[in-house]
T-cell receptor, first 114, second 116 residues
Framework: ETGVTQSPTHLIKTRGQQVTLRCSSQ?????VSWYQQALGQGPQFIFQ???????GRGNFPPRFSGLQFPNYSSELNVNALELDDSALYLC?????????????FGSGTRLTVV | QQQVKQSPQSLIVQKGGISIINCAYE??????FPWYQQFPGKGPALLIA?????SEKKEGRFTISFNKSAKQFSLHIMDSQPGDSATYFC???????????????FGGGTRLMVKP
């Protein structure tokens, strides 16, 4: 059984650019959530996808968007990058949305915006 | 709005000692309280979790104590080991179907160092 895998592991972008981060969920998990973890802080919920639809969103602007594919993998897209977007982006998968099953987190993508 | 407050920010404990990390929450709709352990360069890993219908849950050296009336919960690590050195996060969520996903609200984290 594979865990959650994220790519790339590290990324450097320039302010104003766009970025796409990718996540493959754990086998059998149909729900994917994305979190942003700034340095020295706890993760902040961005949004969740369940059955290819957004199933909840945190306090993030519309330039943060996502997709979930039929195989339950997911993408996080961020447009018009700002310096404050520099963070560790975590993908987490779980068995079913709306129930308190434990998440399995990936190791994250470290995004640096310069 | 920080809905889950965690303390202390950092903690140094001698090997064999007890590590205690505390969290307080505001939203009484929360009904699931997990603790996560995060090593550098890794994502958080679920350590132990509790629901508000019990006051304590123990798994090995890890115990959660839960005080619903005070809206507080804590993690106790007994016989702390150098391998326990990591950052620990408390979190809370409200479940149930058709909710906004069981999003986790995390505390700010506690960096634990266990000295040999």
């Amino acid at each position: 059984e594979t865990g959650v895998t994220q790519s790339p592991t590290h990324l450097i972008k320039t302010r104003g650019q766009q970025v796409t981060l990718r996540c493959s969920s754990q086998s059998g998990h149909n729900t994917v959530s994305w979190y942003q973890q700034a340095l020295g802080q706890g993760p902040q919920f961005i949004f969740q996808y369940y059955r290819e639809e957004e199933n909840g969103r945190g306090n993030f602007p519309p330039r943060f968007s996502g997709l979930q594919f039929p195989n339950y993998s997911s993408e996080l897209n961020v447009n018009a990058l700002e310096l404050d977007d520099s963070a560790l982006y975590l993908c987490a998968s779980s068995l079913q949305a709306g129930l308190n099953y434990g998440y399995t987190f990936g190791s994250g993508t470290r995004l640096t915006v310069v | 709005q920080q809905q889950v407050k965690q303390s202390p920010q950092s903690l140094i404990v001698q090997k064999g000692g007890i590590s205690i990390i505390n969290c307080a929450y505001e939203n009484t709709a929360f009904d699931y309280f997990p603790w996560y352990q995060q090593f550098p360069g890794k994502g958080p890993a679920l350590l132990i979790a509790i629901r508000p219908d019990v006051s304590e849950k123990k798994e090995g050296r890890f115990t959660i104590s839960f005080n619903k009336s005070a809206k507080q919960f804590s993690l106790h690590i007994m016989d702390s080991q150098p391998g326990d050195s990591a950052t620990y996060f408390c979190a809370a969520s409200k479940g149930g179907r058709n909710n906004a996903g069981n999003m986790l609200t995390f505390g700010g984290g506690t960096r634990l160092m266990v000295k040999p």
